[in-house]
Each structure stands twice: as C-alpha cells, then as structure tokens.
C-alpha cells in the first residue's frame, strides 16, 4: 500500500507535463522573442541617454497634445443631429423644399462647422431635384 501511494505521489493528476528531456521546437509563424538591444554585444558602449525635452512628455513625436481644460460646444440643434440633416431627411417627405432652405441657408448664413455637411448633402439634392424636375417638365412637352 505505501508503494502504490508513492507512485500516485509522483504522478500530479490531471496534468500532463510531457518526457522531461524532450525539447519542444518553437511554432513556425509565430514571431520568436528577441533579447533587448545591447545585450547581444556586451562589448559596446551602451547607448547615450534620450535628451530631455523641456516641453513636457510628447505621445507622438511631431503631434502637439492639447492640454488644458476641454471647450465645450453647444449642442446641436433637431436631435443632436443640426440643422442642416433634419432639413435632408426632411426633404424626402416635402417635395424638396427643405433642400432649397438649406441651400439658401448655407449661401446666406453663417453655419457651425457641424452643421455645413448636412447643408451641402441639401445643397446637392435640390441641384438633382431641380434637374429631375426639369427633365420631367420638357418630357411633356414633347406631346
């Protein structure tokens, strides 16, 4: 019986730890770990240290990270969505209509920046919408 518990001893259940003396070769594809820079040669000079930037710390050198507190923007009018989108949805129901006071509105007025690409999406669709109606008024001319 104290044999039979020894062998158990030796054995961990439920794991298989492999031939202790075999060598597993490494996965091919898979990117093989690489000693840091340095330790390869140890007869070079290590290298000099990074100079200090005095404008602080730099995530990416070249891009200036903003720092301060945030300005915040009012909120855009028709759902969050502007003005000038809620005239182009509205569009499609209205005959077009809409699509002309966005045009004029983004001619005349003064618009956020946040709002011009849904003025200019109106701007385009009443330019098709005026060739689509002009196209179908000369095609009953014809008769």
């Not at 898979?30 to 930037?53: D, H, I, K, N, T």
């Not at 915040?72 to 499609?92: K, S």
């Not at 956020?112 to 109106?122: F, H, T, V």
Request: charged letters at 15%; aromatic letters at 14%.
């Amino acid at each position: 019986m104290s044999e039979e518990s020894k062998n158990r001893s030796d054995h961990q259940y439920g794991t298989f730890q492999g031939v202790p003396n075999y060598s597993q070769p490494p996965a091919i594809g898979f990117p093989q770990p690489v000693p840091p820079p340095g330790v390869a040669e140890p007869s070079a000079p290590p290298p000099p240290p990074p100079q200090y930037y005095a404008h602080g710390y730099q995530a990416v050198p070249g891009y200036a990270v903003a720092e301060g507190t945030p300005i915040r923007e009012r909120r855009l009018p028709c759902c969050g969505i502007g003005l000038g989108w809620f005239l182009f949805i509205v569009g499609f129901f209205l005959a077009a209509v809409p699509w002309y006071v966005g045009f004029f509105l983004l001619l005349c007025a003064r618009v956020d920046y946040r709002e011009k690409p849904g003025y200019i999406a109106c701007t385009i669709a009443a330019v098709l919408a005026t060739i689509a109606i002009i196209l179908g008024v000369t095609r009953g001319m014809d008769d």
